[in-house]
């Protein structure tokens, strides 16, 4: 080969490496130009409707972070986890001083089909952007934890302790990576120290039994058993990046919840009114009217929860807990012969519920049947062993009708039941 | 290839990779490190056409996400005719045409029972077993009630449970209501078991949920889905002890609903799940079931009629970050070699199927991560799952079958079957011996490379070669038989352990040990396991290249010992109670 053809290669491969990066580079910035497709067609409308504004939001604005993020978290909230990571992606690439998006890119690759790998990624680069925000590591950690890394996992949980000295669910963490490695008596300090800041957690009351249980603790043990048994199911850890994602929930699903939360928050008019709302836009919403007609009757409105669980049992004939819930409204009316018929009606449809048997002996023990009564809170306590409420009224029911000894058995063992 | 031209396709090579933009490299979604390669010979074959075995299963009508009809049904290997060679029962998922929505011109489809020929092949023996009903049926256990030899057959259905006595090798009687069987709940998984070891199986029945069809369920997008178990309460297990029967005379045999007075039935739970086995090591056999979404339980037999709960203080109530997740298929062996049984539980597609380690004995940890299986080649929602060592190796390998429960982003296109939004590929994890595990689905096309909404699983030496062999049930599709083709096989030793005093009947809950040098394999004789399934009641036994065993430990299920004198391999040997040397 001559120099001539030598330099004309050398050239070649000078130019097309430079072609080659620039492909990359483009390919980076704007890898996505066009969001992505979901067929919603079978969704809640306000969903589609929210999820099309967003989406035209972005064709309008393609180099907008702001517009990608958006999207990205209206599909993560509404489960449409890949497409949302897509989103997610590209909002980090147009913005990527943002933690806020690697990090739910994170969150959605754990979700669906995760990919706890690519999760990874997105993870630690957020908590590199972070800064004193420290909910990108522990989930950091916890992920790392959870693939079997637990040096690595240890390492981030105690870097989250030199920010955050007291923070439980790093102390959790660090007390299951050393349950994981045996060493049970640093579990249980850690744990503790977990429980100490953060009480109402119930992984951390859970784990502590075992490994009280495990040290020769049984009463240790069994205080933190009946702890843990007491405590909602997951804990709501602190999560301002998250909590955006919450708050674009829009739907009746949505607003159920959201309802639901402003009842028990004591804003019971705000709760009747989004469920009204909901109920005007969706009228075969029949868990809106259900909690509508539920929550009405444990403010003791019970003209209109009455009404609103006739429309339910009207709307939905074959639903049990239409017929339960107006019979329970028909109850506490003193409508006890129409409560007896709503909670026949229950019973119909699903024998095996137990608290329908129940409260259809209490009315039928009311009205002087007391034969029906006793055979009715049999029925409860068969189709449901646990049931403590049923054994106790069921041994009162005895004993009141002089069958001492077999209602004290029934009311001992709705104590136990009690107990656990 | 000139210099120039090989300069430049080097350039352009390197020009392409820079090009790929990122995040086109493999990530553990398409294969992690964990997976086995593609290219290794498969494990098993389908031989379904070959068998003739014909059965497919009808969840009814669909479109109105009536929710036991994603739950699956069941599949049963049992010997019911006494030749020695493993006959199918399969299970039905239909509604009657009177309860169905959409007009239909057939009756409901019935459970179907097939007898293996000489020839290998299965023959429809249905019409005149008896087993031949209609209905919302769940799952299968097989077990003897009657001590008379002859194993008997529990169905459980939405809404029910059957016994069926096992009358002449042929034909079977319904004797649910005489015996004393009432479960008027949504039954799952059930197992036969003598947990007053008295001599009779007893019989546990997992249920369900207090489900109510008129409950709309839906993603958080408002797109209609199958409900999960959350919104209806749970219901207890429910156990039933075996009265006994006269010999001679086995519809005489009563049971006696003891939910109560055992104690289990002091906590209802979504239960899919259950396998019976001693965990606590006081040789009485315990309980454990797995929990859809809420925490496991783990029965310890107090020895007294009665069982404590005890998941939590023994690791396997919640996973290792502290979640009840939705329990499913229950795998039961030892994946370390240390003779104490491990659990394996399968799980939705966004959650981790867990590995249980037992040790020290009756403590559990969750070793999901550190055995391997936290990257599978692909996620799953896993339903049926059995260990069984598939190449003779001397370890314990891991299978399970797939299907979701949930679309992962929307129903099926109009034109598409209904089905696929929920069908995935089913699993296969190879054991290393240390009880670290490598996925080698790829490799096995056949029984891992189409995707189906995978359900039952049930394994067993069906065609008496000595190794295992695969029977899969899919929603709204055909039964499946895979048979055992792995290459190069090591030895091996298959036991079955009978109680001659008890008619014969196969010795539900003995803890077999198998000795070679230092060696220890150990296996638990109980065919009740993986989900809604009952699998073959021998314990098989992969020797590698262990040619004889030096002798076989037996802890019958009174808790008594023996010892029986070495073999060679590759063989089937029946041990017989009172046969053996006692220790």
Known sequence: ?420 | MDFTSAHVHIALTAALALAAPPGCTPSARDGGPTSGPASAPPWFADVTDEVGLDFVHEAGTVGDYFMPEIMGSGAALLDFDGDGRLDIYLIQNEDAPEDSGAARDRPAARNRLYRQGGDGRFADVTDASGLGVAGRGMGVAVGDVTNDGRPDVLVTEYGGARLFLNRSGETFDDVTRAAGIDNPFWGTSAAFFDFDRDGWLDIIIANYVVYSPTRPCSDQAGQRDYCGPAPFPGSAARLFRNLGATPGEASSVRFRDVTVASGLGELSGPGLGVICADFDGDRWPDIFIANDGKPNFLWINRRDGTFAEEALYRGVALNAMGQAQADMGIAIGDVDGDALFDLYVTHLTDELHVLWKQGPRGQFTDRTAVSGLARPSWRSTGFGTVMGDFDHDGALDLAQVNGRVKFLAGPSPPGTPFWNAYAERNQLFANDGNGVFRDVSRANDALCGTPAVGRALAVGDVDGDGALDLLVTVVEGRARLYRNVAPSRGHWLMVRAVEPALGGRDAHGAEITVIAGSRRWARLIQPAASYLSSNDPRAHFGLGDVARVDRIEVIWPDGSEAVFPGTDADRVVVLERGNGGSR
């Open chain 1, 1 to 420: 080969m001559s120099a001539r053809s030598k330099r004309r290669a050398a050239l070649l491969v000078v130019a097309l490496t430079a072609c080659a990066g620039a492909v990359w580079w483009w390919g980076l910035r704007t890898r996505v130009t066009e969001p992505p497709r979901v067929d919603l067609s079978g969704a809640d409308p306000a969903v589609r409707g929210v999820v099309d504004a967003s989406r035209e939001r972005v064709l309008a604005n393609p180099d907008s972070a702001s517009a990608w993020g958006e999207l990205g978290m209206l599909l993560l909230a509404h489960e449409q986890f890949a497409a949302a990571s897509t989103c997610l992606r590209q909002a980090s690439r147009l913005a990527p001083d943002d933690p806020r998006w690697p990090y739910l890119d994170g969150r959605a690759l754990l979700e669906g089909e995760p990919d706890a790998t690519a999760a990874l990624e997105g993870l630690e680069r957020a908590t590199r952007l972070a800064g004193a925000e420290t909910s990108p590591r522990v989930l950091l950690a916890e992920t790392l934890f959870e693939q079997g890394r637990l040096g690595d996992a240890a390492r981030e949980f105690r870097a989250v302790l030199e920010r955050e000295p007291q923070n439980p669910r790093a102390l959790l963490g660090l007390g299951r990576v050393a349950h994981s490695l045996g060493d049970l008596e640093e579990a249980r300090v850690r744990l503790e120290a977990s429980a100490s800041g953060a009480p109402r957690v119930r992984g951390t009351h859970a784990l502590l039994a075992e490994v009280l249980f495990r040290l020769g603790d049984a009463d240790g043990a069994a205080r933190e058993r009946d702890l843990a048994s007491r405590l909602p199911e997951s804990p709501a850890w602190p999560d301002p990046f998250f909590q955006q994602v919450l708050d674009r929930r829009v739907g009746a699903l949505a607003d159920i919840e959201r309802a639901n939360h402003l009842f028990h928050t004591g804003r019971r008019d705000d709760a009747f009114a989004l469920l009204r709302r909901t109920l005007a836009r969706s009228p075969d919403a029949l868990l809106a009217r259900l909690l509508l007609g539920r929550l009405l009757l444990q403010s003791g409105n019970l003209d209109e929860a009455e009404s609103t669980l006739r429309e339910a049992v009207s709307a939905a004939p074959a639903a049990f807990e239409a017929w339960f819930e107006l019979g329970r409204v028909l109850e506490r009316g003193r409508k006890d012969a129409d409560a007896e018929e709503a909670f026949r009606r229950t019973i119909d449809l699903r024998t095996d519920y137990a608290p329908a048997h129940h409260r259809l002996g209490l009315c039928l023990a009311r009205r002087g049947d007391t034969a029906g009564a006793l055979r009715a809170l049999r029925d409860a306590v068969r189709y449901r062993p646990d049931y403590a409420a049923g054994y106790r009224d069921l041994g009162r029911l005895l004993i009141q009708l002089g069958e001492r000894d077999e209602g004290e058995i029934h009311l001992e063992r709705a104590r136990q039941l009690l107990a656990r």
